[in-house]
């Protein structure tokens, strides 16, 4: 029943994809993840997840923005629950999942509706298929067009209705036929009664039937049979029989059924048949069922319509979600990108748990176990292939999990709790078998992502995160994919080139706008506040305890009585302990030829001096620490009071949270942002009177520690209100002066400090003077043995390093009566944008100036580095550092990334070519010719299974039929010679007709 | 008049190509239009099978045979199928010998190179069970001695599928002796027209000469029994016949005869295309020909329609 459709129908959602709620769900984990850990990277891949899912969301109406149903053509007849096919006619863009109902007025203004079809459209007419509808006539049909579009992961419909002729839907054939009379046919000349053949009996002889003549009794068979035999005379009558169907009988569809089985074995008898309509005892007028067609519009309507089955009340329903996407299989492709999207995140939690090489495969092959499993040819048991998921979860664990580390409570998140759920994960991989568990399993590997993110700050971080993004994407792109194996049929013709582009681009441009938007996104997004104190990361990765309690100890553990290790002409070799301010005394004039690997890698929202001690006490050339060890406390969660001179409380300031992360053996100093009062580590820390920070144990590689430090809120107008510090007056030991400081030296302070009215000015003019007298060298020479320092420094050399020039500068202000100290540490000099930490490395150890202000407390000034002061920083936005992230990454790496994209375009070229040679090694150039035309012609039209001669009608034209002749001759000929005339004849004329094609 | 073709010619297979297109153009005179029709009887007689032609009366059903006929040359003999015609009366009988007493045979009408036999459905199956043996051996055995019919031999039936009153349909195994069937269809508007105005039609049968003799005619069906069958070809072929054993509208598919047939249609229409080989395309146009009326549909289905699915659905060899 064709009919005309039209073009416009509203757009609705019809539903998320099965399982796609787990990727909201994963999102809401990740936001969750991000709010405890602060991490940077969690929120950019929350920003990709919802741009993914915000794309998800709009692909669909963008495909079905032009979609129409121009015809659908249904059978005129069909059967109950018998196959049955509809062709559709679809416009707009496809492939677009159809669904066709046919419908009828019910009694009242409800209609009922019945799916007969569903299936893909890939291209503008169709045929789907489906089954019979229930019995009776149908005037209507209704087509739903459905897309999730490239994502997959929403979908939207329009349904559109169609008014065309009526399809009649009969009941099948019943096992018992009604009731047949067999009749000779009237019209053929022979009287009714007469011997005519039956369905049940031979052809020569047959049971007795009333009517028959006793001369017609076979009276061998009958003995033999036992019952009486007639002999079967042959007629070549056409025979017809009668077929009773009764009305009334309550069961209208039973009872055509029953009269089809008869009249359908009476035509396979070669007979024809008639049908009887009897209503209790009145006889209606025999009518012929000339056709199957003229059977079926009979059996659809017979006896009025079938009632309509009373609505099921909602609580007998079925619990279940219907869900909007058809398809529920999992192709191999998809599955194995599964995998592989699992293995990303998997080995992002594993490495910076410590497992290597060995865990790490591990890992892969239980994943690529339950891959394996799930996508063999013939599915193996559920029961099988669950036990193997459990034997593989329960290796993977075994081969994880090292119980001897357990040791408190705490050491079970980190030695148990990851493990456990890798080993789950890698048992959810045996039940991935269909859509909703593959997408619960990409949202599982992106919680994992996340969860990485979080806990990850190494350098890598970065790479791992795009990769693994990028793996999700196509994963669970390749998930949504719609189901080919059920292959509709259809005129499926092959794309023209331009539209191979077209789409060939789309997920390029696609993948571009959705990277651009995340970056967009992220810039009105501030980089997190740092870790929240839900999951403030502590752990040592050794216990390496110090022999003196409170003293200062090397990396290695052993007590550092004198300064730092020295080596030949005062300069000390590079390791990064061993710069001389992190000892008890620091001889300014040794600054160390310091490394350039990373020492400490720090989560934190705001950089900030990373200080590791404070020296007070100067001789001239040396800076002595306090010998007091000070207070010690027991851990893991410390609590430290205000330190001496220190004015402000927890209450006073901002709260700066640090997490740092060594990278490199250090000593046994606690770096901290000043003024901390809460340290998490596992074990005895002192806290010295100056507010500096000692552990019982050396920190190793691979530890974290966190600090809690109030944050002044210094800005230079109110620094510089709190006037002349010297005025206030200042503890003795804060303006100690060394005896050689010389009276230049004091002149010089006194002439700087002339006509200004606050500290802060004359901090500024020193800095100012600093700037414009003395250069940084960290080859200056060295004062005379005996002699001051700072004033060889200022007057003699000019030219010195941060210890001197901060030495300097101390010694300046401390001469005008401001109290003044120098402290020593790591600032931090470069940023990690995606994992959001501050990298310190061993040249960043560094020495500047504290100087006490009465309301702020000991504010730091650093002569030579420019970390702004604490109310000056800016705020930073995630986009904003993301994309600082990758302009660094472009300039450093433009050639490589130049030589790179050129490479792959090489290799795309190679392949492509590589490919073609083969495909002509292995074809000949006249299989390619072949194939060009197989395609040409497939492109014109035709279906492409039909012989060479039948592809040229499509192509039309002579040459067309010529080149079919000569490709013909060439396959099957015994005499063909291969003619490069010929053949360049053929290839001239395949391009004119794929030309010809593409116009 | 087209000159007769002898066998005296340069190579065997370019022989029977002109002896095909003489016969071609020959019947083409007489018959209007239906040249896809003609050129599968031609094919059918090059390949040395029997033709049933199958349709309505009064579209030249007859003529077709009878120009074939007069064109292939050699005796020409012509039954009419009725209802009490006997096997005797059709392959010959015993008979007095002149005044003695013995018994001589006396050949009937099959003992002709080409015998027509009119409404082959309107004899009994008796009779038409008779023309078994000599349409697939060329022999008739009558007392227990073969006779052998001339050499070529050809058997034109024809049959009208539409009045089947007082008919007896045709078994299986009579259809299946018949190689090729054809169905004419009516001729378009033109055809007619050239029908009525004398130009075509019976009319000129009677100026119809022979355009081959019975040596030149065996000569060019052994030459088209040369024509190569690549194996991938006969592969389709093969595949084709076991889609109709598949198809779900079928009840009783296509006989390894049916293929035999297929093939040698093929090989005849490609002589007649002046090929030394068979193409696809030859075996799907001879499908269409040897195996629609070879297979037992569902009720109410169209057997060529079937045909046409049943190809459709089996991809044609390429190099």
Redesign the interface.
Known sequence: MPGRGSRTAPLRPAGPARGAWAFAAAWVVGVAIALLTGASSVVILLMAGLVAMAAGFVAAPLRLRRAGVVGVELPAVATTGEPLTAVVEVTGRWPVHVEVRVARPADGAVATAERVAAGWCRSERCEITGTGPARGRWDEVRVTVASAGRIGLFWWRRSFTVRCDPMWVAPAAAAVPAHTMPLADEAAGVAPGAPVRGHDELDSVRPWRDGDEAATIHWPSSWRAGEVIVRQQRTNAVERHVVEARRGTGDAAAEAARVRSAVEAAWSLGAGASIVEVDGTRIGEPHDAADPTALLRWAAVFDGPDPTPPPVPWWRRPVGVTHAEPDTSVVRTARWAIAAACLAPAVMVLQPLGYGAFHIAVVAAGLAAGAGLTTMRHPVAKGLRQSMGLACGVGVGAALIDVSAVDTPASVLRFVMPQVLLALFVMQGFECTDRRSARVTLAIAAVLVAYAGGIRVDDRLGAWLLASILLLAVASQLVGRPDRRPATRGSAAAPSRGVRWRHGLAPVTGAALAAISTVAGLVVIPVPDGPAQLTLPSFLSERREVLDDGGLATPGGSPLLGGAVQGPGKRTGGAAASYPGFSNRMDTSLRGNLGDEVVLRVRSPQPDFWRGQTFTTFDGTTWFVDEDAGLRTEGPDHAFGRASGDVLGVADGETLLQTFYPQVDLPNIIFAAPRAYRLLLDAPVWQRLDGALRAGVVLPAGSAYTVLSVRSSATPDSLASQGDLAALGAPAQYVQLPGTTTERTRQLAAELAEGTTSTYEVIQAIDAWLTDHVAYDLEASLPPEGGDAVDWFLFESRRGFCEQIASAMAVLLRSLGVPARIATGYVPSERDHIAGVWISRAHDAHAWVEVRFPDDGWVAFDPTAAVPLPGEADDVSVGGELFDAVAGFVTDHAPHLVLGGGGLLVVIVAGRSGRAAVRRRRRGRWGVLQDRFTVAATRAGAGGTEPNRDLAEVLTGEDARWLADELDRSAFSPSWQDDDAVYQRGRTVLVELEHAGRR | MTPAVTSESPTALAHGHRVGVALGRAVGGVLAGRHDQIEVAVACVLAGGHLLVEDVPGVGKTLLAQSLAAASGGAFRRVQGTADLLPGDVTGTLAPDGDGFGLRFRPGPVFAHVVLFDELNRANARTQSALLEVMEEGTVTVDGVAHRVPEPFFVVATQNPVQ?????PLAEGVTDRFMAAVSLGRAGAEEELEVLAGRRGRTRLDSLAAVVDPAAMLAARSAVRTV?L?D??ARYAVDVLRATRSHPRVRLGASTRAGVATVAMARAFATLDG???????D??RASRATLAHRIVTA??EAAAEVVDECL????????
């Open positions: 089947m009153a007082g008919t007896y190569h690549d991938t070809v090929r030394d080989y068979v193409a696809p395309h075996i799907a009720a109410g459709a659905g089996v991809p044609a060899p390429r190099r």
